[in-house]
């Protein structure tokens, strides 16, 4: 019975994909950036020059009355995928998508401060990743069922995960690690050059530890060619052990002309630790950003001190980036 239900449902996939073949509109975009890094002298950078290829593919067509659609993309030349995203548009009720890896609910504002380039924490942590503390989403995006919808011009963002994150293959599931999470973000504009946003998310950590609670609010201000921001976020995480994270963070970005903009952002994370004194990681970065038709030359440099909540521990970043879109 269930391997007659399984070839049926496959027969049928194949049947729309037949259908849905003769009306879809498929497009390819991408980009090629080239990299100079380099990082805190205590760190060894080795060859500092990168390279990587993004190929971005979207297909859109009507089905049974619905636009649904589907974008993947592919980094490296094929080397794998890093995202995908199947979604339906229902018109006034919504979109509805499941995310492998695109962006869903409160992680689309987990950092909405104004900069020219990447983000003031970009490539700042003590190991050597790029990973970066107080970021709320307590979903993520993989394996994330995401609900979109416009009313009253503020715009809800909601995700929703079963079991731990993973971008399963047709047919698989995942392991045991991680629990369900949900969350959801809002944002609208108010006066003229006014956007804000806000989010509220849980994650099930172990039912002896609790949940892991996400919020963040965000307002940025434009007038003329400068943006201003500011962004609080906090993560409550489960368990009387547990150190929670408070983020305070700003950023300030000025469009000089059509081709060139700067920014420079200032960002405080606050280590809550129950047991001990509470330590304040202290950021900031200055980016600059110029475009030349297709191509754009960017670069930022960013520092830490008292890195992921350990008194005088330091880091910093600069990269230089070139990118040629096509």
């Given at each position: 019975?269930n391997?007659?239900?399984?070839v049926?449902l496959?027969?049928l996939?194949?049947?729309l994909a037949a259908?849905?073949a003769n009306?879809?509109?498929?497009?390819?975009?991408?980009a090629?950036?080239?990299?100079y890094?380099s990082?805190?002298?205590?760190?060894?950078?080795?060859?500092?020059?990168?390279?990587?290829?993004n190929?971005?593919?979207?297909?859109s067509?009507?089905v049974?009355?619905?636009?649904?659609?589907y974008?993947?993309t592919?980094?490296?030349?094929?080397?794998g995928?890093s995202?995908?995203?199947?979604?339906?548009?229902?018109?006034d009720?919504?979109t509805i998508?499941f995310?492998q890896?695109?962006?869903?609910?409160?992680?689309?504002?987990?950092?909405?401060?104004?900069t020219?380039a990447e983000e003031i924490?970009?490539?700042?942590?003590?190991d050597g990743?790029?990973?970066?503390?107080?970021?709320v989403?307590a979903?993520?995006a993989s394996?994330?069922?995401?609900?979109i919808n416009?009313?009253?011009?503020?715009t809800l963002?909601a995700?929703?995960?079963?079991?731990?994150?993973a971008?399963?293959t047709?047919?698989?599931?995942s392991?045991v690690?991680g629990?369900s999470?949900?969350d959801?973000?809002?944002?609208?504009?108010?006066?003229?050059g006014l956007a804000w946003g806000?989010?509220?998310?849980?994650?099930?950590?172990?039912?002896?530890?609790?949940?892991?609670e996400?919020?963040?609010v965000?307002?940025?201000?434009?007038?003329g060619?400068?943006t201003?921001?500011?962004?609080?976020?906090?993560?409550?995480?489960?368990g009387t052990s547990a150190?929670?994270?408070?983020?305070i963070?700003w950023g300030?970005?000025?469009?000089?002309n059509?081709?060139?903009?700067?920014?420079y952002?200032?960002?405080?994370?606050?280590?809550v630790?129950p047991?001990a004194?509470?330590v304040t990681?202290?950021?900031?970065g200055?980016?600059?950003?110029y475009t030349?038709g297709s191509?754009?030359?960017?670069?930022?440099q960013?520092?830490?001190?008292?890195n992921?909540?350990?008194?005088?521990?330091e880091?910093?970043?600069?990269e230089?980036?070139v990118?040629?879109?096509?």
């Open positions: 019975m391997n007659f239900k399984k049926g496959t027969a996939a194949g049947s259908i849905s009306a879809a509109e498929m497009s390819v975009s991408g090629s950036v080239l990299t890094t990082r805190d002298s205590s760190e060894v950078t080795g060859n500092p020059y990168g390279m990587k290829t190929l971005g593919f979207t297909a067509g009507e049974n009355g619905y636009t649904v659609s974008m993947q592919s980094m490296d030349q094929f080397a995928m995202s995908a995203r199947l979604s339906i548009d229902m018109g009720m919504g998508a995310d890896g695109s962006g869903s609910g409160l992680g689309t504002i987990d950092d909405k401060t104004p020219a924490w970009d490539n700042i942590d003590t990743t790029n990973g970066a503390n107080g970021l989403g979903t993520g394996g994330a069922w995401n609900y416009t009313m009253g011009g503020v963002n995700a929703v995960r079963k079991g731990s994150g971008k399963n047709d047919g698989g599931t392991g690690s629990g999470a949900w959801f973000a809002l944002t609208g504009s108010g006066m003229d806000a989010g509220f998310g849980k994650a099930d950590v172990s039912q002896l530890a609790g949940d892991n996400h919020m963040t965000f307002a940025n201000y434009t007038v060619p400068v201003a921001g500011a962004q609080l976020s906090e993560i409550d995480k489960g150190i929670d994270q408070e983020v963070a300030v970005a000025f469009n000089v059509d081709n060139l903009s700067i920014s952002g200032e960002r405080e994370v606050e280590f630790k047991s004194a509470n990681e202290d950021g900031d200055i980016a600059i950003a030349m191509i754009k030359v960017a670069g930022n960013n520092s830490v001190k008292n992921d909540g350990t008194a005088n521990a880091d910093q970043n600069t230089i980036a990118s040629f879109a096509f």
